[in-house]
Structures are given as structure tokens and as C-alpha cells.
């Protein structure tokens, strides 16, 4: 028996009411994860609607259909997979589609998988163990620039070439196997915060797990591709909790003619919840609506009058 997911959904109440979500629609859930937002999904749409959820987490997938059997659609997959998702079950669009980036607290708190700095299993970080190279594989072979960049540009470390100095140095008497060698490693390079808000190993750990799992690039990927797959009037839903997501999402939706930004700011979770959940309190949540043809079509006749 596969045990129950301790992830707390973020904003849930918010994404719903934004969204819009009602009885009958089709809602994808692109990252299922402990499956909270879509539990939410789920008592709104009713029995007279659908949900996809999909996740490139194996374990989260078959936890997933332990708890909900039949009533979630739900594929292990990566969200920008979605076109050929909704392919195969002949759907041409849907109604609203949330992607809740980064990791859960099921996969922190898994101590085989490396996300959690304390963890004495093996520095892997990725979210499907079958697909592509483990965080170690990247520490173990990338030379000393390579290695740098990629702290410096995934995890924004300004310490990056002090941290990437000491892995090559360590990883010539043995290779750094654990997530806690490289936490401890990491912390002797960089001060700690003043106010220690964030542990002085988050951006190396981030940079790493956005390495190992091709994460900006899946996001870009998706941004191009997701909106081809909204109904119009249909909305798509983003929590971004890094910055260099946020950006992403931000640009992309701002630049995309079949979109129109809902949010002119992104919405943040109340002190209250930040208070309840510690997990929420760096969240960004995005949200864009497709435009029909039409409305495209006189944007774009609107524009030309104008000049
Ligand atoms: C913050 S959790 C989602 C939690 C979920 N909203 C809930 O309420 O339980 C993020 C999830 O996204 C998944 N994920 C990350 N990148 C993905 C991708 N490219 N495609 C699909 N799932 C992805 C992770 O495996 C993780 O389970």
C-alpha cells in the first residue's frame, strides 16, 4: 500500500475561483503531484466532468490511482506532453489546465531520491528516475566552468565558482555520492543569510534538480504548446516559486497573442496561509485566457486603425 501524500496545495481556493472551474469542464492537472489541487478539480467539476491528471513522477502517479482509481485520468507524462495527451483521447481543448512547478513535499521528504539536504541516500533529484542523468552524474562530470555556470545561471549563486572550485577539489579523493555531502560542502562556501531565511544550499540544490530534469526548457516547451491546447475562453494556471520561472511565464504570456493576461500581478498567498504552510511562501501564481480567432483577428484590426 502506497502511503498517503503529506503535499499541502497551494492557493487552491484562489486558482478555482480564477479559473473559474465548474460542473461539467475539463480541467487538466498538469503537475498531479500529492493530487490536492486536484481533489479540489475534482469537487467542482462533478461527475458530469473530466480530469487529466499527469505527472512525470511515477510514485506520484500510482499513489494517484491508488486514492482516486477511475475518477482521475492520470498519466505519467510531462506537461508538454500535453498535445498528444489530448490527442489520444480525441479532446481538441479543454477548459483549464494547471501546472504547480517545482517539487512536492512527498518528494522532499523521500530521502532515496536526494531532494531533501538532509538525505543520506543517493544524490539523484529527478523526478522520473528513468529519464535522463541523476544531479551526481552532472557533479561528477561536468569540469570546473561548465559546473559553475550552471550554479550561477539555475540557482543564481553568486558563490558559484568557490562551490564548483570545492566539488572538483573533493570529487578527486571520491565522488560526492549524498545530498547531505553536498549540503555540507556547499555551506562551508557560502555565509549564511542574515536573517537565515533560506538554507545556504538552496540555489546549489535548485540549480542542480533544474539540470537533472530539464526544467526551464520543459516550461518554454509547454508555454509554446499549451495554448493551442486551451477551449477559447479556456485558462491556463501557473505557480512559479523561483524567479527564473517566473520570469519565463511572465514574458511568455505577456508576448502571446492567443493569450490575455488575467493577473496583472501575480497572486501571492495571504499571511495566513504562509503562517499555515512555510511551503507557499515564495509561490507566484499566473493565469492567461486564450482568445477566440475572432477576438484575435480584431486586435489585430484594432491595431491597425490605430496606426
Ligand atoms: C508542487 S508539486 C504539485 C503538487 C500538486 N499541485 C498537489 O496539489 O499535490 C509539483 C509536481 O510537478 C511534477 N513535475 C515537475 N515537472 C513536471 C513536468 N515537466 N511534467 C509533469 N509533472 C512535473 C513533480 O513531479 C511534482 O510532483
Given at each position: ?21 465548474r460542473a461539467g469542464q475539463v480541467i487538466v492537472d498538469g503537475t498531479f503531484g500529492g493530487g ?272
Amino acid at each position: 500500500m502506497t502511503e498517503q501524500s503529506i503535499h499541502v496545495p497551494i492557493l487552491t481556493a484562489e486558482i478555482m475561483d480564477l479559473l473559474g472551474v465548474r460542473a461539467g469542464q475539463v480541467i487538466v492537472d498538469g503537475t498531479f503531484g500529492g493530487g490536492g489541487h486536484a481533489a479540489a478539480f475534482l469537487a467542482r467539476v462533478g461527475p458530469a466532468g473530466r480530469l487529466i491528471g499527469v505527472d512525470r513522477d511515477p510514485q506520484a502517479i500510482s499513489r494517484g490511482r491508488e486514492k482516486f482509481g477511475d475518477r482521475i485520468d492520470l498519466e505519467c507524462a510531462s506537461y508538454a506532453d500535453l498535445p498528444s495527451i489530448l490527442r489520444e483521447r480525441s479532446l481538441a481543448g479543454v477548459d483549464s489546465i494547471l501546472l504547480d512547478l517545482g517539487l512536492s513535499s512527498d518528494q522532499l521528504a523521500d530521502h532515496e531520491r536526494g531532494f531533501s539536504y538532509l538525505a543520506d541516500g543517493p544524490l539523484d533529484l529527478r523526478f522520473n528516475p528513468t529519464e535522463g542523468r541523476p544531479a551526481s552524474w552532472y557533479l561528477q562530470h561536468l569540469d570546473e566552468k561548465a559546473l559553475a555556470d550552471l550554479i550561477y545561471h539555475f540557482g543564481e549563486e553568486r558563490y558559484s565558482r568557490v562551490i564548483a572550485r570545492r566539488i572538483c577539489e573533493r570529487r578527486r579523493a571520491a565522488p560526492i555520492a549524498t545530498a547531505a555531502e553536498l549540503c555540507e560542502l556547499v555551506s562551508r562556501c557560502v555565509p549564511r543569510s542574515r536573517n537565515h531565511s533560506i538554507h545556504p544550499a538552496t540555489r546549489t540544490f535548485q540549480a542542480l534538480r533544474i539540470a537533472a530534469n530539464d526544467e526551464l526548457e520543459n516550461l518554454r516547451q509547454a508555454l509554446e504548446q499549451l495554448p493551442d491546447c486551451l477551449l477559447p475562453g479556456g485558462r491556463l494556471a501557473i505557480i512559479s516559486f523561483h524567479s527564473l520561472e517566473d520570469r519565463i511565464v511572465k514574458h511568455a504570456f505577456r508576448n502571446d497573442p492567443r493569450l490575455r493576461v488575467l493577473t496583472k500581478k501575480p497572486v501571492v498567498p495571504s499571511d495566513e496561509e504562509i503562517a499555515r504552510n512555510p511551503r507557499s511562501r515564495s509561490a507566484k501564481l499566473r493565469i492567461a485566457e486564450r482568445v477566440s480567432e475572432d477576438d484575435r483577428g480584431v486586435g489585430r484590426h484594432a491595431r491597425r486603425e490605430r496606426n
